[in-house]
């Protein structure tokens, strides 16, 4: 047989095979289809903002509409209520039929059911508009979360960084450093302050502080357990030592979240309040909550960003269900929605250069919001410490601060 012949069959066979693995695939999700239909997903996600649950409502009403799939979201106040609960399943033997279908969730609570073979998958590198949008080498926290392999284990979701907010009104120049909030406050005592931790925003502000106060940052990313923890982290409680002095409330009584931060702006009791959210600011002038003066800052050496993702307990009893909400949620329609300022103004994890024409001008006509950063504004974005940093920083802050 010629070489040329040889050259022409193995091609033919690869193409046969590519067609052959891309109907399998394609039938393998047609099976998932079918089993989804009439399931209801049980979805636990946090409910403290109003523009986050209506957005997950419009998703409900469209993965019914078009998948004969029930979404019910369960509303959190900590992320760990869920992983708790399933971990207390597993421990009496409730390995199938379990309440939670699907978690909003990342950090330290991914970690923890990892470690304790709480998920199902891996499953979504396999959900077609993951194959078809996401490219995993985008952003390395779409493969790591904050610091933990994701080896498909969830699915993404959306993208987050801290921004800061205040009001041009009261307010021209705002600080822009972890050092210049502290010489702010000593300056306007009483008008700075940050949630109390465990909420999650509250933590995210010591490891912010911590990130741009210790000289040993490259330590952030080993576990917590495994480094000098109190050699690392003494600049970070010498600072809020001081910044409690002259704090809100003299340090002794802290926001709950950053809607009670946005509050507290409105009412001209604190200068400045932080939000993951970059839309914040923009959603909250919308709906009459902030006045149209409040603009969004990040600092001047970059804020902490992550992802954040959907991932299905193992004894999840409507797996394919689950994974159909996920994979709608991946859908350009849901992640242009989502991205919308005055719906959510999440970031999307969509590859804009998978993206066909239509959808990309669908994203490039998103109004950004009077208060909402552009992505070259954000600028950099910090590393989120490994997961373990969480659970440890809020131990010692409760030992150091809680009343």
Sequence with gaps: MKKSLIAATVAASCMLASVSTQASSLQTWQDTLNKAKGQTVYFNAWGGADNINDYIQWAADRIKEEYD?????????????????????????????????????????????????????????TLPNYKTYVDAYAHKSLTRDFGTSVDGMESPWGM?????????????????????????????????????????????FLKQALYELTPHRKALAQPADSVDFDKITAPLWAYLDQLHQVAWRNGQTFPSSSEEMMRLLDDQEIDVALS???????????????????????????????????????????????QVVANFMLSPEAQIKKQTPTIWGDLSVLSYTTLSAKDQ???????????????????????????????????????????
Excluded at 182 to 198: D, F, V
């Design 160 to 204: 987050a960084q801290v921004i800061f907010m205040h009001d041009t009104a009261t307010l021209d120049t705002p600080p822009k450093s972890i050092a210049d909030l502290l010489s702010y406050a000593k300056a306007h005592p009483g008008r700075i302050t940050y949630p109390e931790p465990p909420q999650f925003l509250g933590s995210t």
């Design 276 to 322: 993951f959210d970059v839309s914040a600011a923009s959603v909250q002038i919308d709906k009459g909550n902030l006045p149209d003066t409040v603009r969004s800052y990040v600092f001047t050496g970059g804020t902490i960003g992550n992802t954040h993702f959907l991932a299905i307990p193992y004894n999840s009893g409507a797996k394919a269900g689950a």
């Design 69 to 125: 799939v029930t979404l019910k979201q369960v509303k959190l106040t900590d992320t760990s209520d869920a992983v708790n609960r399933v971990l207390a399943e597993k421990a009496a033997g409730k390995n199938t039929q379990g309440s939670i279908d699907l978690i909003w969730i990342n950090g330290e609570n991914f970690r923890a059911m990892k470690d304790n073979n709480l998920l199902f998958g891996p499953f979504s590198e």
């Design 361 to 403: 001008a669908a994203f490039d006509a998103l109004p950004r919001g009077i208060a909402t950063l552009s992505i070259e504004q954000l600028g950099r974005t910090l590393p989120e410490p490994h997961s373990s940093w969480v659970d440890a920083l809020e131990k010692e802050w409760r030992k150091r601060y809680a009343q």
